[in-house]
Nanobody, 130 residues
Framework: QVQLAESGGGSVQAGGSLTLSCAVSGWRNTWRKYCLGWFRQAPGKEREGVGVVDSNGSTAYVNSVKGRFTITKDTEKKTLSLQMTSLKPEDTAMYYC??????????????????????WGQGTQVTVSS
């Protein structure tokens, strides 16, 4: 059973930086094909994808965060990270990490789509003030 736990959220001024981390328990090294992602949900809005990384290390981001956010994975520590720079007030949201191990997700089929992911964390709040 895979469980995800986010950390690193907080409050920051516009233009600042923050790094979120997601600890993934139950990650098996035998899983060769997978997709990991970050999503966010602002108050009163639907959850939206931020970016993903597949088992080959390829990443993809939504336009609103390209050039500002970076996703990395550490297969030894079994963690997923989201480095956020040049933060804007519109980045304020609850941030969630998600994983698809052993399912349809993987190289060639890894994107910021809600229905791809089976396992989700509880979220960590990021607040950016102007």
């Amino acid at each position: 059973q895979v469980q995800l736990a986010e950390s690193g959220g907080g409050s920051v001024q516009a233009g600042g930086s923050l790094t979120l981390s997601c600890a993934v328990s139950g990650w098996r090294n035998t899983w060769r094909k997978y997709c990991l992602g970050w999503f966010r949900q602002a108050p009163g809005k639907e959850r939206e994808g931020v970016g993903v990384v597949d088992s080959n290390g390829s990443t993809a981001y939504v336009n609103s965060v390209k050039g500002r956010f970076t996703i990395t994975k550490d297969t030894e520590k079994k963690t997923l990270s989201l480095q956020m720079t040049s933060l804007k007030p519109e980045d304020t949201a609850m941030y969630y990490c998600a994983a698809d191990f052993g399912g349809e997700g993987g190289p060639g089929n890894c994107g910021p789509w809600d229905d791809l992911f089976e396992d989700w964390g509880q979220g960590t709040q990021v607040t950016v003030s102007s």
